[in-house]
């Protein structure tokens, strides 16, 4: 069952916030968060591993709540090359690896 | 080694016509993946290996689709008497065993004509 994220999509202005959110029905094990550029991969951004874990670099951060089973993306003064769409992945049984159906962000300058 | 790698980028068929697309997955990588994506949709999972042994497929795979990897090395995703409906982006992705990043190839783009 894959995760579900909210926004489906965001428009910002070059420098505006957003933040992500995916949760799941299930228990979390782990949550991936991840990138796609038009005609491109995903890219791996990171991963959180345990409940109350946040990560970050540069201006991306992340947190994960596992008693709620949810996670957040957070962009801050968000840049030009943030634009894409985030997916966040989930670790089903520990193995098989299911993503949400993603949040297009969109950065005007 | 430059990552995932697959092949043919491209492929166009005819509707009916047999298509087989190929993984080489990072050298160390034990598990692979594969996932189909159409526009504006996440990557939808199919299945996956760990090594040479197929674990999981997806119950929305019908049986045109298979997926091998023998030796546990690179992985070929066959579809049988392709369909319209099969058109979409074929990725593959591999990662260690445990909850590690997975590193996606460039994609197959299959259109069904």
């Known amino acids: 069952q894959q995760p579900v994220q909210s926004p489906q999509a965001v428009i910002l202005r070059e420098g505006e916030d957003a933040v992500i959110n995916c949760s799941s029905s299930k228990a979390l094990y782990s949550v991936h968060w991840y990138r796609q550029k038009h005609g491109e991969a995903p890219v791996f951004l990171m991963i959180?591993?345990?409940?109350?874990e946040q990560k970050g670099h540069d201006k991306i951060s992340a947190s994960f709540n596992e008693k709620k089973q949810q996670s957040s993306l957070y962009l801050t003064a968000s840049q030009l090359s943030y634009s894409g769409t985030y997916f966040c992945g989930t670790l089903q049984g520990a193995q098989k690896l299911v993503f949400g159906q993603g949040t297009r962000l969109t950065i005007n300058p | 080694d430059t990552g995932v790698s697959q092949n043919p980028r491209h492929k166009i068929t005819k509707r009916g016509q047999n298509v087989t697309f190929r993984c080489d997955p990072i050298s160390e990588h034990n598990r692979l993946y594969w996932y189909r994506q159409t526009l504006g949709q996440g990557p939808e999972f199919l299945t996956y290996?760990?090594?040479?042994?197929?674990?999981?497929k997806s119950r929305l795979l019908s049986d045109r689709f298979s997926a091998e990897r023998p030796k546990g090395s690179f992985s070929t995703l066959e579809i049988q008497r392709t369909e319209q409906g099969d058109s979409a982006m074929y990725l593959c992705?591999?990662?260690?065993?445990?909850?590690?990043?997975?590193?996606f190839g460039q994609g197959t783009r299959l259109t069904v004509v």
């Open positions: 290996f760990q090594n040479e042994a197929q674990l999981e």
């Open positions: 959180l591993l345990k409940g109350g």
């Open positions: 992705a591999s990662s260690l065993e445990g909850h590690t990043e997975a590193f």
